[in-house]
Every structure is written in structure tokens, then in C-alpha cells.
């Protein structure tokens, strides 16, 4: 039975690291502000940049998961590609090694001397500081502090096993067989949710002398595929297609990696080329430096392997998270930067983005809808991938319509430019209607909410009329069809009055106690974002009768020559 003397201070060192750690990682990150996000989405065009952006920005935080994370968030935003997210996500797996090389100094420079120090100096200019950004580095220091203060309890839990034989034969084995030795690396890494404590608790066990560095490589191998999980989670949680993608890209970057280098290993030219690197004898006190090279090298190597071939990894990604039927790609589809440059071509990419909005805001109507009819929750995701989908269209339509306008545009577009910015932001409000219908057909689901036939036949009337302008409106904004919008109006008209009659209709079903008191208030909120989607398509019909009145007014226009 293990004595609580020694998982003690092992469950507290392990809690001072993980502390630092997220204290380190978050000061850095407020010191640093919003030009994490610049770094990324300004020097990821090409992989080489790619790969640098993620070194630094994993340099900057010290953690691989934060930027990987980081990275999944900007993808599922649309702010990169998939393939720009695989750039920076190799990069950084090889910034993140800066930790076990910051580890391995505690064994050199006897950094554990420095560690409360740090906490209190830390401490005191969090405290005191005048600016924000001073605090940050307080905050920063303490983490520093921390984070070796739990590394030297780590390693007196360790101490009293440097007489175990059954340790030491346990380890051995790990030398004697790389891949159960990987595996443990891929098991303590999963379980702590953190390559850089896995890392940490490998040098300080070389160090006291339990590990072997032949024992140790295994294990480095193994942490780099178990971290890729903390990307797989973030993924999972809601993400969109290339999301998923750029974290099965992380996932097959170190599987593929860990293969490979594994012959290295069984052949032994992967400790020999370690000690290569790092000449001497290898012993105690060097022992950590060399585990932080060997981390560093496998990464580097990988990197420079994989790095020609971004294009077939991306590949890879695709095939193992195929595109689900019905399922949306993130970002614009239309929006050309380098079209800029020529007006008239850029207004039309706009024009085909917005109606490609139009599209995306539409299925989310219909997907939340038919949840809300049919008592079926299961498009509920896909209603808030839609939702997303619209905000994101929102923002990169406006960005660029507002670059647009910085340049030479004919009258005609100058005009038209506002307008088009109008029915970007009527088109994410629909949007949000259908996410708001969506969590309505959730209330309804989760209470056991039913509504009396004539209601149900009045929500079917009021949608079946949205739907036909919903149809009408993308074919009136694709054709400039007047005509079209023009019935638009007429229906939208014949929804305010149905909406008028159908609340007092039911205001009076529930005084006579024939509809549930939660379930007429549900289906008011319902009629209610149908009323309301109506006015925004409406906009939009509106929008398409102005632009003609505005050209007709132009034809009418007198020539130069004609004034007198």
C-alpha cells in the first residue's frame, strides 16, 4: 500500500504546476492582448509562416493545448482555413517543448531556489501594480513561481522509490519495449490533460534516477498523441466541419509521426543521435536536458517531414471527417480579396455571398421549423450551425463591402453598397429567429408541450407562408425581379393580419382553458419570430424594388450633352 507521505505531495505538486502553468498561460496572454489573434491571422498565408505562428504564439503562452484550441475556435469562426490551421498547429507542437527545456533548467541552475521569490514578488506587483499590463507580469511571475515550486514536490514524492527495485524494473521494461512505453505516454497524458506536466514528470523521474533516458523517449512519444485529445474535445464541443478536420489533422500530424520515428527508436539511432546533440556523459544533472532535446528533436523532425506534404495531410483530415449530408462549410464562399481591385466584379462576388447567406439562413428556418412541428430534436445542432454559419457571413460580408467602399465605385454600386450591408444584417436576424425557434422547440420537447389543432394548423399556415417568401426572396435578389418582390409585400401584408388574428384567436382559446396556459405562451412566441422574419424578408423585397426605381431614375436622367 502506497503511504499518503508519498502521493501527497505528488497530487499537491502536480495541483502548484497545473496552477503556474494556467497563471503563466493566461498572464502572457493578457500581455500579449489581441496581437495573438493578429500573429495568427496575418502570417498564416503560407505553411512556413503557418508553422512560425504557431512557434511563437506557443512560445508566448507555454501551452500547445491553449493554441490549438485557440486555432479550433479561429477555424470554426472562419477566420482560417483548414489548411492554414494545420500550419500553425505543427508549429505548435515544436513551441511547446520551450517547457520541458524550462524544466530541465531546475536541474542545472537550481531554479527551485528562485521559485518563492518569484510568488512573492509576483504577488506583490499584482497587488500593486499601476497598469494592467504590470499586473499581467505579476500574475506571470507567480505562475513561474508556482510552477517550480510544484516541480520540487513532484520530485521528493519520487524520492524515496530510488531504491525500488520493482520501480525500476517496471521502467525498464518501457526501454525494453517502446510501444507499451508509448502507450503509457499516450495513458498519463490523456489522464493529466497535459503534454508539458506528462513531459515534467518524466525529466524529474529521470532525474531522481527511475527513468532511463531509454525508457523516457517512449513515454515523450506517447504525450505527443495524447495531447492531441485536448484538440479533439475542443472540437467536439459544438465545432463545425473544419474544425473537426484541423483536429484530426493534429491527431494524425503526431500518430503518423510517432510510426515512423518508432523504428528509430527499436534501431536505437534515436538515443544515439540524441547524445550526439548533447556530448558528455549522460548523468543526473543532464539527464533532463537531454529528454527536453529528444522532445524538441521528434517535433522539429516532424515538422520538416510533414511540412511538404500539408496538402496530402489535409487530405487525410477530410477523409476520416467526411462532410455529413446537409452539412455547411463555414466562411464565404464568393468573396475574393484580390477582386478589390476591379469594383464592379467584387460588388457582384458580394452580391453572390449574401445570397449564399440567404440560402444558409433559410435552411435555418426550415431545419427549426420542422423541429418545432414534428417534435423532433435531432436538427437542433444543425439550426445552430446555420446561426453560426450567418454570423460569421455578417461579418466577413460587412468587412468586406466597407473595404469596398474605400475604393472607385460608379454611382450605381455606390448606391447599391448600403443597401446590400441592410440585407446582410435583415439576413442574420432571420438567423437568430430560427435559433430562437429552435430553443423554443426545445422548451416545447422538454415540458411535453401540445398544441389544439387549430393551432396547429395556424402555425402551418403562418410558416407555409414564410417558406414561399424565403424562396421568393433568393430568387428575387439572384434575378432583380421585381415582380417577385412586389408578392413578397402582399404576403407579408396577409402575415400581419393572420398574426393579428391568430394571438387573439388564441388568447381566447386559452381564457376558455382549451390550450395549456405554458403552451399558448410558446406558440405566441412562435407566431411571433414568424411575424418577424417576415419583416426582415420584407426588407429585403423592398430593397430590390428601390434598386430598380434608383436605375430607372438614372435612365430618365438627362445626358451631359442634352443640359443646357
Known amino acids: 500500500m502506497v503511504s499518503g507521505n508519498l502521493v501527497f505531495p505528488l497530487i499537491g505538486g502536480l495541483g502548484f504546476f497545473f496552477v503556474g502553468m494556467k497563471m503563466m498561460s493566461e498572464g502572457l496572454k493578457k500581455i500579449a492582448g489581441d496581437r495573438l489573434k493578429t500573429i495568427l491571422h496575418f502570417v498564416t498565408r503560407f505553411p512556413v509562416s503557418g508553422v512560425l505562428a504557431g512557434m511563437l504564439v506557443t512560445c508566448l503562452i507555454q501551452s500547445s493545448s491553449a493554441t490549438t484550441v485557440m486555432v479550433i475556435g479561429f477555424v470554426n469562426a472562419g477566420l482560417l482555413t483548414l489548411r492554414q490551421a494545420i500550419g500553425v498547429i505543427m508549429g505548435a507542437n ?5 517547457t520541458a527545456w524550462l524544466v530541465s533548467s531546475m536541474s542545472i541552475l537550481k531554479i527551485t531556489n528562485y521559485a518563492l521569490p518569484a510568488v512573492g514578488v509576483g504577488f506583490a506587483v499584482m497587488t500593486f ?30 524520492l524515496p522509490f530510488q531504491e525500488s527495485v520493482f520501480i525500476k524494473n517496471l521502467f525498464t521494461q518501457l526501454a525494453d519495449n517502446p510501444l507499451l512505453g508509448v502507450l503509457v505516454g499516450i495513458i498519463i497524458t490523456v489522464l493529466l490533460q497535459s503534454s508539458s506536466a506528462t513531459i515534467a514528470i518524466v525529466q524529474v523521474m529521470a532525474f531522481n534516477g527511475l527513468v532511463s533516458f531509454e525508457a523516457a523517449i517512449p513515454l515523450i512519444l506517447g504525450d505527443n498523441i495524447g495531447t492531441t485529445v485536448t484538440a479533439q474535445l475542443a472540437a467536439s464541443a459544438g465545432a463545425n466541419l473544419n474544425a473537426r478536420r484541423a483536429a484530426m489533422s493534429h491527431t494524425l500530424f503526431n500518430l503518423f509521426g510517432v510510426a515512423y520515428m518508432l523504428f528509430f527508436v527499436y534501431s536505437g539511432w534515436y538515443v544515439k543521435s540524441i547524445e550526439f546533440l548533447v556530448p558528455g556523459e549522460l548523468t543526473a544533472r543532464n539527464i533532463m536536458l537531454h529528454i527536453a532535446v529528444a522532445h524538441s528533436v521528434f517535433n522539429v523532425i516532424n515538422v520538416l517531414v510533414f511540412l511538404p506534404f500539408t496538402g496530402a495531410l489535409e487530405k487525410a483530415s477530410i477523409f476520416f471527417v467526411p462532410k455529413r449530408k446537409g452539412a455547411l462549410d463555414l466562411g464565404p464562399q464568393y468573396l475574393e480579396r484580390h477582386l478589390l481591385d476591379t469594383p464592379p466584379l467584387a460588388m457582384e462576388q458580394a452580391k453572390k455571398e449574401t445570397i449564399y447567406m440567404l440560402t444558409v439562413a433559410s435552411k435555418a428556418v426550415h431545419s427549426a421549423v420542422n423541429i418545432f412541428l414534428t417534435d423532433d430534436p435531432k436538427e437542433i445542432e444543425s439550426v445552430s450551425e446555420y446561426e453560426k454559419t450567418t454570423d460569421t457571413l455578417q461579418s466577413e460580408i460587412t468587412q468586406y463591402l466597407i473595404d469596398l467602399s474605400q475604393r472607385e465605385l460608379s454611382p450605381e454600386d455606390s448606391e447599391e453598397l448600403p443597401v446590400w450591408m441592410h440585407n446582410v444584417n435583415d439576413l442574420e436576424k432571420i438567423g437568430d429567429r430560427a435559433q430562437n425557434i429552435a430553443e423554443l422547440a426545445r422548451r416545447k420537447i422538454d415540458k411535453g408541450l401540445s398544441f389544439t389543432g387549430e393551432a396547429l394548423a395556424e402555425a402551418r399556415i403562418i410558416w407555409d407562408t414564410v417558406r414561399q417568401m424565403l424562396v421568393e426572396a433568393e430568387q428575387s435578389l439572384r434575378d432583380n425581379d421585381v415582380e417577385l418582390a412586389k408578392k413578397m409585400l402582399a404576403r407579408e401584408a396577409f402575415i400581419n393580419d393572420f398574426y393579428d388574428r391568430s394571438k387573439a384567436a388564441h388568447v381566447q382559446r386559452l381564457n376558455q382553458g382549451v390550450c395549456h396556459l405554458g403552451a399558448g405562451f410558446v406558440f405566441l412566441e412562435f407566431i411571433d419570430n414568424m411575424e418577424k422574419i417576415g419583416d426582415r424578408l420584407t426588407n429585403v423585397a423592398q430593397s430590390v424594388i428601390g434598386k430598380m426605381k434608383w436605375r430607372v431614375k438614372e435612365e430618365k436622367a438627362p445626358l451631359p450633352s442634352q443640359v443646357v
Open 129 to 158: 501594480g499601476k497598469t494592467r499590463k504590470a499586473r499581467s507580469w505579476g500574475e506571470v511571475l507567480v505562475g513561474f513561481g508556482m510552477l517550480f515550486v510544484g516541480l520540487d514536490f513532484i520530485k521528493d514524492s519520487f
Open 94 to 98: 515544436v513551441g511547446t517543448t520551450m
